[in-house]
């Protein structure tokens, strides 16, 4: 509806226009038309004067009266002389009327369409009567025709602007509606490419061409910047992007987790204002001023522990070798130290726990050597402690190669429907003897048959290594008790003794590689310090969990659960 009148207004606007411009080239061409009609008047002046003058002075004979009825009747319009008063002495009109003269002289007339033009007749600067001629203005022929074709070309050519519009116009506003999407990033929108008009086909088709080409790019670049920002945020360092203005540009994910520090207000500040280790601080420092990349081992705090990392500044360099910007990477190498501890600490426990059979060994075989074979006492205690200690190396190393089999990556369980009560019955039969030796009482109060699932092999081994544990920190009078309990899906294994217990702050300790709570006392019970070790590894293999009960001078529990098998 608002269309149909905006066109009724536009059109109505167009026939004002078209007849107002006709009326202005009406009007100028009459404008130019009295002009040359009062030029043609004013050329006349100078005949007319000369056949009404005689010897300067105004003089109308019968000679003069016929030139002058000829001159009017060639030219057209009429023509009246007056003498200086005002008195008609020559008129082509039957009934002159008398002139009054103007103030303003010479006087030319146009009124609708006649035209009046009133000259005096000077003769030695003196006025000798005045000449008055009127007509019509002659007519422009053919000028209605020329304003009916100025009027119906008019017409054509709003009609052929109209043709025109609507033929580009919706192809040109559809181009630039889709460059302007293209210079906001939106792609997806096509232009038709099938049009009359070759060159606005072309165009569209150029268009598309390069939103395809653009949109392509687009995913291209989005799915490299999410691959990068994936890449960035779960890489495991922690890292810091840091522009040329020593301003912070990002922080990501590994950083803030790893440092537990809050991040959010660190962008686009100084890294000197917000970063909290002075270590690091200089370290980047020097790297802005050297340009080159430097790597550092630091030993940071974080809340309650210290940790220790490789942090690396390089330099971001553009094309010129200009510094842009710096990474730090920091890389946590605490684990690697505490493995490096182990390692060193395994070695020297190693060689400790090696050295001192073997010296023992050693020392009593040069002492026998010596002369002690002599002797029967001697060389009968002698040959003991050797074959004591000797045992003792050999259990050692066998330990140290279990351990070392159970850690290897290959290792298997072989799963079987275990019969645990059994399993724990035959085990209390074969370490009854050793609890007895002691004075130590060891029984079983268990209620029900449990079965597991695992390697029987390999529980009896947890079971024995647990009960020889307890027995080596039981003293005499002491009590081991041990049961099976089924829990659910899962059957637990529960071995207690009333030993000398645990500190709480060594219990995460206990299942160390020669760890022991008492050191003094369980060497001289020949225990190597890797039976709890291989404990803890045994049962991650079956999928189990180890807890752990103790009070110093009272006694320990330890109870582990096993799987069931499913039904």
Known sequence: MMSNHYKWIRWIVILLCLTGLILIINETIKAANSKQYENVLKERVPGIQAIALKQGHLHIDAESNKSLNRYVKNVGGSLTIYDTDGQAVYSTRRHPHQLKAPKKLPLYQNSHGAFTIIEPMIQQKKTTGFIKMEGELPRVKGLLIFYVILFIAGIL??????????????????????????????????????????DVSRLNYSLNVLARSLEKIA???????????????NIGSGLIFIDGN???????????????????????????????????????????????????QLKLPIRIERKHFDVSCAPILDQNERLRGIVVVFHDITELKKLEKMRKDFV???SHELKTPVTSVIGFTETLLDGAMEEPELQDKFLNIILSESKRLQTLISELL????????????????????????????????????????????????????????????????????AISYTSAGGKIQTEIKNMGDGVKLIVSDTGIGIEPNQIPRIFERFYRVDKARSRNLGGTGLGLAIVKHLVEAHGGRIDVASKPGEGTTFEITFKKPIA
């Open 157 to 198: 050519l709003v009609l052929l602007y109209d043709r025109l519009v609507r033929k580009f116009s919706r192809s040109i506003r559809e181009a630039a509606s889709m460059a302007e999407d293209l210079s906001q990033g939106r792609y997806q929108k096509r232009a038709s490419e099938y049009i009359e008009d070759s």
């Open 402 to 469: 279990e351990l070392s089999k159970i850690e290897q990556e290959h290792f298997e369980i072989k799963w079987e429907h275990v019969q645990m009560t059994e399993l724990l019955d035959d085990t209390i039969m074969v370490l009854t003897e050793k609890a007895g030796e002691k004075g130590i009482t060891l029984t079983d109060s268990t209620k029900e048959a449990g079965i597991a699932l695992g390697d029987p092999q390999r529980i009896r081994q947890i079971m024995i290594n647990l009960i020889t544990n």
């Open 348 to 350: 020297a426990n190693v």
């Open 219 to 233: 995913k291209s670049y989005l799915t490299q910047q999410d691959r990068l920002k994936t890449l960035i945020e």
């Open 246 to 296: 020593g301003r912070i540009s990002l922080v990501n994910k590994t950083y803030r987790e790893t440092f537990q520090a809050p991040t959010e207000n660190w962008l686009n500040q100084t890294y000197q204002d917000v970063i909290p280790h002075s270590e690091v601080t200089l370290l980047i420092t020097e790297t802005f001023k050297s340009g080159t990349a430097l790597t550092k």
